[in-house]
Structure formats: C-alpha cells, structure tokens
C-alpha cells in the first residue's frame, strides 16, 4: 500500500471517529451476515420439509408397489385354486395390480432418481414374474400339473428378487426422512446464535457511544436492537413450532401410514400362502409357516396403526374374522376335506379379507393425506420470513449507520 494511502487510512480511523468508523463496520457486517443466516437457516428448514413430504409421498409409493405386487400374486393363487378359466373380475383385478405397479414404478424413478437404479431391477422382476404366471395360469387351463411348478417359481420370484429390492428401497427413504426431520430442528441454535451475537454487538456499540458522547438513547441503534431482537424471537418461534409439528405428524399419521402399508403387505403375502398351501395338497407345511409369520406381522403392524391413532377401521376386526375363517381352512384341509377347504378359502375367507382389504384402504389414503399435509402445513411461515430475512439484515445495518453517522456528524 503506497505511503499516502496509508496515512490517509490511518487518519481515517485516528481518535474517537476513528474508533466509531470501526464500530460502524462491525455493525454494518454482523447485521448483513444476521439477515443472511436468518434467510438461509429458515429457507433450509422449509425446504427440508418439503423434501420429508416428497420423501413420505415416494414412501408410500413404494409400499404401494409392494403391495400390488402381494396383491397381484395372491390374485394368481386364488386362480390356480379355482382350476381352469378364472373369472373375469379376478383376472382384470390380477391385471390391474400389475400395471398399478408397473406405472408407480416409472412415477417413484421421476420422483426420486437415486431410486431409479433398484426401481429399473424391480421392472426387470415384475416382466419376468408376469411371464411365469402366464405359463402357470395356461398349463393349469389344460389341467398339466407343471402349472403348479410355474407358479410356485413365480412366488420365488417375489420373494428372492422383488422383496429385498422394496425393503431396501423403504429403508433408505425412511433414511432419507428421518434426516430431513433431524435438519427442521437444528436450525434453531444457528438464528439462536446469529441473532444473540448481532444483539451483543449492538448493544456493545449503544453503550460505548453512551460513555464517550454522553447520549443515552440513539433511537436508530435501539430499533435496530429491537428488530434483532423480534426477529430471532419469530424465526426461532417459527423454527420450534415446525420441529413440533413436524414430530407429531412422525409420530402420528406417517408412523400409522408405514405400519397399515405393511399390514396390507403381509395380508396379501398371508393370502398367497394360504392358497399355496391348498394347492400343495398336503406338501404346504413350509407356506403354512409363512401363512403365521405374515399374520402374526399383521396383527403388529395393525395394533401399531391403532397406537399411533388410526381408529379400529383401520382393519383389526375384519382382519381377526379372516384369521378365524382360516383356521377353518386349516381344520378342513387337515381333516382330509381338502374340497371343503377350498370352498372355504374361495367363500367365507375370502369375503372377510376382502373387507379387510377395503376397510384398511380407506384408512391407509387419510393417513397417507393426512401425513403428507401436515409435513406441507408444519413450515407456515418459514418461506415468508426465510425471503424477509437479508433485507430485514439490510434494514438493521442502515439503521446502526444512520445511528452512528449522527454521532460521526457531531466531530465535523
């Protein structure tokens, strides 16, 4: 720096104005970084409750495609149960399962390209899957008992391809959630901090000018303190109301959502071995196995949906008359009325699962509904003051310069 411009900062800041030059600086600094941090912890905050509705959204498509993919293959049990042509509905319910899957699948890779990759393999399954029903469901029109070998093939398929790609997927947008809720609530110790060390300053500034110029009330300096003051008040305030309800949306219609999506899953999955172990004839001991494991994790995952304030339409009830229409099965199967039996899987059972199917449906989409708007309710007010944030910094600084040039005005 040449020797003329040196002297000339040095005078600048020389004596009593030199020191409120330097005051003003720091003010002018901390209030625009004080705004900025405002702007961006909230608009952060905002955002990532957006992303956790998005996250939820893409949640429950993919237990959506689980669950048409179950549904689908309890479908294809049930025709193979019947023997020769099924009946129209059922075939067009098996048909709209899977094209139900097939266009979430394309709808969740948009959503969310990191799931883009294991969705692409899920495709891949669900082709390969429909081919092998096709094969069973022809071979068993023509009564050819390699039917029943395709179709246990297609199961196969499900449970060693399919399931551990839709389990991998829920966990990581679970991951995914569980990180955007944790981010709503950390926001609050940064405008904390931001607006404590903006206030501090100012305040230092205010009581500095009083000892040296014997004024005590600078009113642009003490509305700027005060605007500090407000606005760390309201964005913290906003930011705790957010974490809030942010936590009991988790804790109330998204837990119900997750548990009535797995519930409907092992139903359907406990419906497919159900009709496997009819179709086996008497070599269904290891479906029968599964059967308990599903309803056992259904009758969880509905109790757990009840916790978390889903009402008793959710599927309890109706689920508990089809587990007692299936012990029937199983007391007629082992019984050697194996046609009764089947009577009894494609009558009675069948009725109480597809209420059911129906009840724990409607409780699913206003749990889903419910989830979803209240993630998109929980930030009100966030993108609002987010976007007020740097120019209320600006605000302050103009007024800690307009203080402190009244001050400065005075050695002239």
Do not use: C
Request: proline fraction near 3%; charge should be neutral; aromatic fraction near 6%.
């Amino acid at each position: 720096m040449p020797a003329r411009a040196r002297r000339v900062a040095a005078e600048w800041f020389e004596g009593t104005p030199g020191r409120m030059r330097v005051l003003l600086l720091i003010a002018l600094v901390l209030s625009v970084l004080f705004g900025g941090a405002v702007a961006q912890t909230l608009r952060d905050a905002d955002g990532s409750l957006g992303r956790a509705q998005d996250n939820t959204a893409q949640l429950v498509r993919v237990q959506t495609i689980h669950t048409s993919l179950v549904s689908a293959n309890a479908d294809a049990t049930k025709a193979f149960l019947r023997g020769g042509l099924e009946p129209p509905a059922q075939r067009q319910q098996f048909v709209r399962s899977l094209d139900t899957a097939a266009r979430l699948i394309t709808e969740a890779s948009k959503a969310q390209p990191a799931d883009a990759d294991a969705l692409g393999a899920l495709n891949t399954t669900l082709v390969s899957y429909r081919g092998l029903i096709e094969q069973a469901r022809s071979n068993n029109r023509q009564g050819l008992p390699v039917g029943a070998q395709y179709l246990k093939d297609a199961n196969t398929l499900i449970k060693t391809d399919a399931l551990p790609v839709l389990n991998a997927l829920v966990t990581a947008n679970e991951r995914r959630l569980d990180e955007e809720f944790s981010h709503t609530g950390t926001g609050r110790v940064w405008v904390l901090v931001a607006g404590v060390v903006a206030l501090l300053a100012l305040i230092g500034v205010m009581v500095w000018l009083a000892r040296h110029s014997h004024r005590y009330l600078n009113v642009p300096l003490l509305s700027a303190a005060l605007l500090v003051l407000v606005t760390t008040a309201v964005g913290a305030g906003l930011l705790t109301v957010a974490k809030s309800r942010a936590d009991e949306v988790r804790d109330s219609s998204y837990a119900a959502t997750v548990a009535l999506a797995g519930a409907r899953i092992n139903g359907y999955d406990a419906q497919s071995n159900e009709n496997l172990t009819l179709i086996a004839r008497g070599s269904g001991a290891e479906f029968d196995r599964a059967w308990t494991t599903s309803a056992r994790t259904t009758r969880e995952r509905l109790a757990t949906s009840t916790q978390h304030g889903v009402t008793k339409d959710g599927g309890p009830n109706q689920w508990g008359t089809y587990e007692t229409a299936h012990q029937r099965i199983r007391e007629l199967d082992t019984g050697g009325r194996w046609e009764d039996a089947v009577g009894q899987a494609l009558g009675p059972a069948a009725t109480s699962f597809d209420a059911f199917d129906q009840t724990s449906q409607r409780s699913l989409d206003r749990t889903s509904a419910a989830a979803q708007s209240g993630l998109g309710n929980a930030g009100s007010g966030l993108s609002l003051l987010g976007w007020l944030g740097l120019p209320i910094g600006l605000l302050v600084a103009l007024l800690a310069w307009w203080g402190l040039s009244q001050r400065l005005e005075e050695y002239r």
